[in-house]
């Protein structure tokens, strides 16, 4: 068996040439079907092609007719197309009459279909056809519409698996990540509440306010009165994970800032429901920040460090909640005296710097596979633009191709 590259030319074809739609539905509360899984749009991730949710018919009380669907089958979501909703079965399934049972074809691959599906190509028309009546839906008759270039079986199968390889090593990524997550989490409801002590430390903990621990700088700087100035400025967008983005030095400012010393922790004062801390490394004397954030520097005997994973913890973060006034969600927020008045339990600084180095390191882990997930998302986003257009071509293996 010998792999080669293929000139073979891409065809012009009809999506429905590749595959049927089943039709005929059964009755899911018969015996026969009941305890099959019944997929439906919510049940699966947008634009990922990944199951969410996996529950028999009878679980789901499942009345009405259903089409019946075997391993190989695409199935997809008929409304909404924006977001982007397939799956490929390798069970026998029901879905439900909003999505349509695509059955390939001969010599047309499950996975080629299912990516050309989740593609921005299909999405594009799929999204503007069912613009024409005004209801977020493609019907058959428009789904007949849809043409693309295809190339030979053999080369479907390898780029569907190519597509599939990139895929599972992104869910690979994501569970790796959440699995690290995980262990950060337990780390810190071990460690910042001295549940579990590490090595060599025996010292008593004690009593203490976040204000006993810190100094609040509320120096503010106007950048409108200072244009040669160049600023670094920490803004406080909609953000997860802490990660606060930074206006480049130079750029326009218009409001009031708080000046940011070195060393300092950034807490925002708005929706504590969402813990957004950061605390900034590297920073310079032109470093401002929202007067939307709590700056708080450490005072001796606190570690800086320390001090962000305190403000991150679950016993802090609980009491920012109850505390935080005006209404709920993003509107609501916590005034800084009462981030000052937030009572702890704290370490000796050594034993502070050992646990704050731990979940550092932790921390550290999480972002590196992020950074990882980041790559291989990229990568397959161009796997697919260049893959599904026939930009670039796969070797087929000659026996498989003839």
């Known amino acids: 068996m010998r792999a080669t590259a293929t000139s073979q030319a891409w065809g012009d074809v009809a999506l429905l040439d590749l595959v049927t739609i089943k039709s005929g539905q059964v009755d899911p509360r018969e015996a026969a079907y009941r305890g099959l899984p019944l997929i439906a749009p919510d049940h699966i991730a947008s634009g990922t092609g990944r199951l969410i949710k996996r529950e028999s018919a009878a679980a789901q009380g499942a009345i009405s007719g259903k089409y019946l669907v075997r391993p190989g089958d695409v199935i997809y979501s008929k409304i909404r197309p924006y977001l982007q909703k397939a799956y490929k079965c390798d069970f026998d399934a029901l879905c439900s009459a909003d999505m349509y049972p695509l059955t390939p074809r001969r010599n047309a691959d499950s996975s080629f279909i299912l990516h050309t599906l989740l593609g921005h190509d299909f999405t594009n028309f799929a999204v503007s056809v069912s613009a024409r009546s005004g209801i977020p839906k493609i019907n058959r008759e428009e789904l007949a519409e849809y043409r693309m270039r295809v190339p030979s079986g053999a080369e479907q199968r390898e780029i569907g698996l190519a597509l599939d390889d990139a895929d ?17 989490q337990g780390m810190m409801q071990q460690l910042l509440t001295g549940k579990t002590r590490l090595p060599g430390f025996t010292e008593p903990w004690r009593e203490a306010t976040v204000g006993g621990l810190t100094d609040q700088h ?32 130079g750029s326009a400012i ?149």
Not at 279 to 296: C, H, K, M, R, Y
């Open 168 to 184: 599972q090593l992104i869910d690979t990524l994501e569970r790796l990540i959440a699995k690290k997550q995980a262990i950060k």
């Open 254 to 402: 218009d409001s009031i800032k708080f000046v940011v010393p070195a060393g300092s922790v950034l807490v925002s004062k708005l929706n504590p429901r969402i813990p957004r801390i950061w605390a900034p490394d590297g920073i310079g004397d032109n470093v401002i920040a929202s007067t939307e954030f709590v700056v708080l520097t450490p005072r001796p005997g606190t570690d800086r460090s320390y001090l962000k994973w305190l403000m991150k913890s679950d016993a802090v973060v609980s009491r920012m909640k109850l505390l935080a006034t005006g209404t709920t969600g993003s509107h609501a927020r916590i005034h800084p005296r009462q981030v000052a008045a937030l009572e702890t339990r704290v370490p000796s600084e050594p034993e502070q710097v050992a646990i704050a180095a731990l979940l550092d390191s932790a921390d550290r882990e999480v972002t590196l596979v992020r950074r990882r997930l980041t790559k291989a998302r990229a990568i397959k986003q161009g796997m697919v633009q260049q893959l599904l257009t026939g930009r670039t071509r796969l070797p087929v293996n000659d026996e498989v191709a003839a």
């Open 218 to 249: 509320r120096r503010t700087v106007d950048p409108r009165q200072d244009r040669e100035r160049r600023f670094q400025h920490f803004s406080l967008p909609a953000f997860d994970d802490g990660e606060v983005p930074i206006t480049e030095p």
